[in-house]
């Protein structure tokens, strides 16, 4: 993959992660005008309603990325998508919802009736707005989610800013609707968007079977992948009380940057992927993985090394109330995660290989190491390691991952190639200069 060749398609992304950064600093802003309490509470309906798309996305929704590519196929595959998406949201959010008193007294949580009762309308208004979202990644339009992404995260802001300037707290409820304002406007701009894309038919080639033999495991797999990425809160709302989850949650809202950067790259790279198995093209994958493992990584290195020497003590206090300061520990501890999430490509490549089951060994085992870190930090009750956890997973993954693909000789993976961004950089800036001659 010649990097100079998809410039456009790779500013369009930055764009759009800008627009995270530029959200994540607000939102900071957003956390000084809650309690600790109610931005735990707050993340719990988000981390609830996260984990319910990401089980419908991939049980319906990748499959138009999988399969969408073939012309042919595309509105039988988008009406196959469609209609799960419908049902397993309705399905998932409305048991939630009926089991809102058992899970509040499983989690001795009275104020988690709060949150809940949202559970369906926040559902409801995410439905268009993900399902075109993936039409758009299908398509690479990634200047079409930029824009869509723009409105979602300007709406926020919009709101937030004005809490900010007319009053010194907001209650939970206005966090929630704010956000729920950002997600209706969104897809409002995200159906404009596709109107040409969405079409719907049962014409076409492709079978429900064969997107349900890729769908069940990977739908398996990604819920397992992300439980520690949206449900951690929950498990260790076992053993500490909403003051501290919410300190807790503060540094995630930090670390998010370095997750929205993944995610970017992520959707930069499955779809290319994807191609480069299905045309046996290893040469291709080979060269588009190590440079986006290298390239990643060193910029996360630098990145978390000035975040370490003082710059996220200047953000905490720039933008939070003194009730926070605890949580840049929190943060600095998540920074390791850094080293590893770079590897969390290689989900991507070995989805694409086909090698669904697999997968799903690899990514049980980081989970279950990971969920025992939880319960130790749980039992030590010592909540200034709560994050070891979540470092845990990304760890165990990398270094399974790392060793999967190259036995199994998806990609051969060297430790060299982790510094190849060192070496391409350099010739890239000497065509630049020669160019220029």
């Given at each position: 993959?010649?990097?100079?060749?998809?410039?456009?398609?790779?500013?369009?992304?930055?764009?759009?992660?800008?627009?995270?950064?530029?959200?994540?600093?607000?939102?900071?802003?957003?956390?000084?005008l809650?309690?600790?309490?109610?931005?735990?509470?707050?993340?719990?309906?988000?981390?609830?309603?996260?984990?319910?798309?990401?089980?419908?996305d991939?049980?319906?929704?990748?499959?138009?990325?999988?399969?969408?590519?073939?012309?042919?196929?595309?509105?039988?595959?988008?009406?196959?998508?469609g209609?799960?998406?419908?049902?397993?949201?309705?399905v998932?959010?409305?048991?939630?919802?009926?089991?809102?008193?058992?899970?509040?007294?499983?989690?001795?949580?009275?104020?988690?009736?709060?949150?809940?009762?949202?559970?369906?309308?926040?559902?409801?208004?995410?439905?268009?707005?993900?399902?075109?979202?993936?039409?758009?990644?299908?398509?690479?339009?990634?200047?079409?989610?930029?824009?869509?992404?723009?409105?979602?995260?300007?709406?926020?802001?919009?709101?937030i800013?004005?809490?900010?300037?007319?009053?010194?707290?907001?209650?939970?409820?206005?966090?929630?609707?704010?956000?729920l304002?950002?997600?209706?406007?969104?897809?409002?701009?995200?159906v404009?968007m596709?109107?040409?894309?969405?079409?719907?038919?049962?014409k076409?080639?492709?079978?429900?079977?064969?997107?349900?033999?890729?769908?069940?495991?990977?739908?398996?797999?990604?819920?397992?992948?992300?439980?520690?990425?949206?449900?951690?809160?929950?498990?260790?709302?076992l053993?500490?009380?909403?003051?501290?989850?919410?300190?807790?949650?503060a540094?995630?809202?930090l670390?998010?940057?370095?997750?929205?950067?993944m995610?970017?790259?992520?959707?930069?790279?499955?779809?290319?992927?994807?191609?480069?198995?299905?045309n046996?093209?290893?040469?291709?994958l080979?060269?588009?993985?190590?440079?986006?493992i290298?390239?990643?990584?060193?910029?996360?290195?630098?990145?978390s090394l000035?975040?370490?020497?003082?710059?996220?003590?200047?953000m905490?206090?720039?933008?939070?109330?003194?009730?926070?300061?605890?949580s840049?520990?929190?943060?600095?501890?998540?920074?390791?995660?850094?080293?590893?999430?770079?590897?969390?490509?290689?989900y991507?490549?070995?989805?694409?290989?086909?090698?669904?089951?697999e997968?799903?060994?690899?990514?049980?085992?980081?989970?279950?190491?990971?969920v025992?870190?939880?319960?130790?930090?749980?039992?030590?009750?010592e909540?200034?390691?709560?994050?070891i956890g979540?470092?845990?997973?990304?760890?165990?993954?990398?270094?399974?991952?790392?060793?999967?693909?190259?036995?199994h000789?998806?990609?051969?993976?060297?430790?060299?190639?982790?510094?190849?961004?060192?070496?391409?950089s350099?010739?890239?800036v000497?065509?630049?200069?020669a160019?220029?001659r």
């Open positions: 993959m010649q990097i100079q060749n998809h410039i456009a398609k790779i500013s369009w992304t930055l764009a759009d992660k800008v627009l995270y950064v530029i959200y994540g600093f607000v939102f900071l802003i957003q956390i000084s809650l309690t600790p309490e109610n931005i735990a509470l707050f993340n719990f309906l988000i981390a609830f309603n996260t984990w319910i798309f990401v089980i419908s991939s049980f319906a929704l990748q499959s138009i990325i999988q399969y969408g590519f073939d012309k042919e196929n595309q509105s039988k595959v988008n009406s196959y998508a209609i799960m998406h419908l049902l397993v949201i309705g998932l959010s409305g048991l939630v919802y009926i089991s809102r008193y058992l899970i509040s007294d499983m989690f001795s949580e009275p104020r988690f009736l709060e949150i809940i009762v949202f559970l369906p309308v926040l559902s409801l208004l995410m439905i268009p707005r993900t399902f075109c979202l993936k039409l758009m990644l299908r398509d690479q339009a990634m200047h079409k989610i930029f824009f869509a992404n723009f409105i979602f995260f300007g709406v926020m802001v919009f709101r800013i004005s809490f900010k300037l007319t009053k010194n707290t907001i209650g939970l409820d206005d966090a929630i609707y704010i956000y304002e950002g997600v209706a406007f969104s897809s409002l701009a995200a404009l596709t109107l040409r894309q969405i079409r719907f038919s049962l076409g080639k492709i079978q429900i079977k064969k997107i349900m033999s890729f769908s069940l495991p990977f739908t398996l797999t990604n819920s397992v992948n992300t439980f520690t990425k949206y449900l951690d809160y929950f498990l260790l709302k053993f500490f009380p909403l003051d501290q989850i919410g300190l807790y949650t540094a995630r809202s670390f998010k940057f370095f997750e929205e950067g995610n970017g790259v992520n959707g930069l790279i499955y779809p290319a992927a994807v191609r480069a198995a299905s046996n093209d290893k040469p291709a080979q060269s588009m993985i190590t440079k986006a290298s390239f990643t990584l060193i910029g996360y290195v630098f990145l000035a975040l370490s020497l003082g710059l996220a003590e200047i905490i206090t720039f933008f939070m109330k003194l009730d926070y300061l605890e840049i520990l929190h943060f600095k501890i998540m920074l390791i995660a850094t080293l590893f999430l770079p590897f969390n490509i290689l991507f490549v070995i989805t694409a290989s086909g090698r669904h089951y997968l799903l060994k690899i990514v049980s085992q980081s989970f279950a190491v990971s025992l870190s939880f319960i130790l930090i749980g039992l030590s009750g909540s200034i390691l709560m994050p979540y470092v845990t997973f990304y760890c165990a993954f990398a270094i399974r991952a790392f060793f999967f693909v190259n036995n000789q998806i990609i051969s993976l060297k430790f060299s190639d982790l510094f190849r961004a060192f070496g391409d350099y010739k890239f000497q065509k630049l200069i160019g220029k």
